[in-house]
């Protein structure tokens, strides 16, 4: 085992045999000559005594010197030992929540049972639902992202530093010429466009950078704009120096967290340098200035710069909490295979709420009243490009409204499937004071349920299956209401 488990471990074993015996560090420092604060440092793992100092204790605590060193944990802590032995703290990013390891063990160690029992739990629903390490990761960054509003000042610097020092002028559109001249000339960059496309098995895979030859291969099927993606998150991780990173976009397999978190950073970083703050900034105002929506300023605004829909939405989930203050919003990519009858939710981020709707693992309908779905529908038969639309959800089961934006574009690595992005603003006075359009009478207002299972809405024309799940939770509230009435009735 690792020095630092053996710390640990020798530190809740002395916490736990001090405490079976009634003492507080202060009683344990009169009784052994060493002071409280050395004492408090071994049992917070932080120091190992040395052999003198264990004979002392053991001798003082009248237990014997094997058990003292022993690795071995009694039942109460065997859990501890445990998640200590699967080195499962390791793979948890604690230290991007500012979580320090000896705290969480500390907080373990003082109900053992309880919380293994939680992480047990934990851990089945995991394996439940098929939430791979990758998917933990992932997730972890979601929480990240969520506890940051999605906004990050230094990677915002960064960009502006970037832009300063290869004298790229963030009031132009940027191009992937722009961005490839710098990969070749500054950090000796080869870019092989036609090798990724022999592959067929590679489906969907768009690059790969070959870091011993600082070959980037693209796939010949990426448009203008994901080219134009793909070249500035390279010149991210350069700029940045990241050591650890992905080679391939988007990623088929990762071995660390921090692969994961340097990946989400040079996103940041492109969507950041393709979409500047400033820019964006101006092309919103216009839209939110008016009383009514006018849809040719916000497809004004995707075209003015570089970048899919995607990334443009991904672009106001930075600038709008931060630059507006409209902090109660949801992000949503979905994909949809034309004639099919399925939708499946992709990708998400919810900001200062727990937004409806969010990702469901149980085979249910997502409510086709969304304009999410809807956009989806409408292009697969259509075929055009880019489709838009926008409409105010009214969820009923929680009376939330959000002001719904959603572009539906075809994927260009799948025949016949097509991809929404969509993000949702919770509507209250702050956003209402910023959005003068919200009063126009031009937009459609929409009841909308998460999934058809459980949904209380009964006139619905595109429902897909009956609300099992809720009738499920009104039968056992009238059987709740039954049994009260019934203890009332022979109470006395």
Avoid at 102 to 120: G, R, T
Avoid at 153 to 161: H, N
Avoid at 179 to 201: R, T, V, W
Avoid at 315 to 326: D, E, G, S
Wanted: overall charge positive; hydrophobic content about 35%; glycine content about 2%.
């Amino acid at each position: 085992m690792q020095e630092d488990y053996i710390k640990l471990i020798f530190g809740l074993k002395l916490k736990q045999i001090r405490t079976d015996k009634n003492l507080s560090l202060f009683g344990l420092s009169k009784l052994s000559g060493l002071s409280k604060s050395y004492l408090n440092e071994i049992e917070n793992g932080k120091k190992y005594p040395k052999p003198d100092k264990i004979v002392l204790l053991s001798d003082k605590l009248e237990v014997s010197y094997d058990q003292m060193v022993s690795l071995q944990l009694d039942k109460n802590l065997a859990p501890i030992g445990d998640i200590l032995r699967s080195k499962i703290l390791k793979e948890l990013p604690l230290e991007l929540f500012g979580i320090k390891e000896s705290n969480l063990i500390d907080i373990i160690s003082n109900a053992p049972a309880k919380v293994n029992a939680f992480i047990s739990t934990i851990i089945k629903i995991a394996q439940h639902y098929n939430f791979s390490r990758e998917s933990f990761y992932l997730a972890s960054v979601r929480s990240y992202q969520e506890a940051n509003k999605n906004y990050f000042e230094d990677l915002e610097q960064s960009v502006l530093k970037f832009a300063k020092a290869y004298h790229i002028d963030l009031e132009e559109r940027i191009s992937s010429k722009d961005l490839e001249d710098i990969l070749i000339e500054e950090f000796g960059y080869s870019i092989e466009a036609n090798e990724l496309s022999k592959h067929k098995a590679l489906g969907s895979l768009r690059s790969v950078f070959v870091p011993k030859t600082k070959t980037l291969l693209l796939a010949n099927e990426i448009d203008e704009a994901q080219r134009t993606f793909i070249y500035a998150k390279e010149l991210a991780y350069n700029f940045l120096e990241v050591k650890e990173r992905l080679y391939t976009f988007p990623w088929i397999k990762f071995d660390t967290f921090d692969q994961v978190l340097n990946n989400f950073y040079a996103s940041y970083f492109a969507g950041a340098l393709i979409i500047p703050s400033d820019k964006i900034k101006t092309r919103l105002q216009e839209i939110f200035d008016k009383d009514t929506f006018d849809s040719s300023l916000l497809l004004g605004a995707l075209k003015a710069f570089n970048a899919s829909p995607e990334s443009f939405y991904q672009r106001l989930t930075n600038i709008l909490p931060k630059n507006y203050n409209i902090e109660n919003l949801f992000f949503l990519r979905f994909t949809h295979k034309a004639e099919s009858n399925s939708y499946y939710l992709k990708k998400e981020l919810h900001l200062s709420h727990q937004h409806s709707p969010r990702a469901n693992q149980t085979n249910e309908h997502y409510c086709r009243r969304w304009v999410s779905l809807k956009l989806l529908n409408k292009i697969s038969k259509s075929k055009k490009e880019h489709e838009f639309d926008l409409q105010i959800s009214h969820f009923e089961h929680d009376s939330a409204k959000y002001v719904v934006l959603s572009s539906a574009t075809k994927d260009p690595f799948n025949e016949n499937y097509y991809r929404s992005i969509s993000i949702g603003l919770l509507i209250n006075k702050q956003l209402q004071r910023r959005l003068n359009f919200l009063t126009d009478p031009n937009i459609k207002t929409q009841k909308v349920g998460v999934t058809c299972e459980r949904c209380s809405i009964q006139d619905c024309e595109v429902r897909q299956v009956p609300a099992s799940v809720l009738g499920k939770v009104a039968k056992n509230k009238n059987i709740e209401n039954i049994v009260k009435d019934l203890n009332t009735k022979f109470m006395s």
